[in-house]
T-cell receptor, first 114, second 111 residues
Framework: GENVEQHPSTLSVQEGDSAVIKCTYS??????FPWYKQELGKRPQLIID?????GEKKDQRIAVTLNKTAKHFSLHITETQPEDSAVYFC?????????????FGTGTQLKVEL | DAGVIQSPRHEVTEMGQEVTLRCKPI?????LFWYRQTMMRGLELLIY????????DSGMPEDRFSAKMPNASFSTLKIQPSEPRDSAVYFC?????????FGSGTRLTVV
């Protein structure tokens, strides 16, 4: 089955700096890579996703890049703000057949300091 | 849309008791997933359904765990008998295409 590794497990940045979280996956058949943000005591919420036919996707301060050859993808947050502090999870899956289940990384605790 | 609705939000029960968690997916979503989240193990997929049919239950930890989806708008996850190590947050999620939408979760404490 799919295995997703995520690094770092904790990340502390100064407000206004950029943050980068990296993930690798094992199953070359995976073609869908979402990122979730989970604030303390709340549900994971989808913040951005990318499909395998695209190398990069951007939404305001958030961007995700995908390297299918190397089987890794990354989340980039620019101009970080205190409200960006949360746990971020990457995930991978296929989109059809038995590949519909998302396999999650272990999470990155991001702390944005004033 | 009210999103994915889970109940109860919190459940405290004694070891050995039966626990039933409930989920109402988003209307029109044909996939439903049950996840368990703990500090030690992160987000673990327990089971998922497609069009009310269980597709993969390989994540269900033991026979004490069972899940049903009698119709497109309702699913249950049952633990019988419950044990302290079952204490966790249980999330239900649904999807049609693309990303999952998670419910608010049920925080289960077994004492």
């Amino acid at each position: 089955g799919e295995n997703v590794e995520q690094h770092p497990s904790t990340l502390s940045v100064q407000e206004g700096d950029s943050a980068v979280i990296k993930c690798t996956y094992s199953d070359s058949a995976s073609n869908y890579f979402p990122w979730y943000k989970q604030e303390l005591g709340k549900r994971p919420q989808l913040i951005i996703d990318i499909r395998s036919n695209v190398g990069e996707k951007k939404d305001q301060r958030i961007a995700v890049t995908l390297n299918k050859t190397a089987k890794h993808f990354s989340l980039h947050i620019t101009e970080t703000q205190p409200e960006d502090s949360a746990v971020y999870f990457c995930a991978a899956s296929g989109l059809t057949g038995g590949g519909n289940k998302l396999t999650f990384g272990t999470g990155t605790q991001l702390k944005v300091e004033l | 849309d009210a999103g994915v609705i889970q109940s109860p939000r919190h459940e405290v029960t004694e070891m050995g008791q039966e626990v039933t968690l409930r989920c109402k997916p988003i209307s029109g979503h044909d996939y439903l997933f049950w996840y368990r989240q703990t500090m030690m193990r992160g987000l673990e997929l327990l089971i998922y359904f497609n069009n009310n049919v269980p597709i993969d239950d390989s994540g269900m930890p033991e026979d004490r765990f069972s899940a049903k989806m009698p119709n497109a708008s309702f699913s249950t996850l049952k633990i019988q008998p419950s044990e302290p190590r079952d204490s966790a947050v249980y999330f239900c999620a649904s999807r049609h295409r693309g990303g999952y939408t998670f419910g608010s979760g049920t925080r289960l404490t077994v004492v």
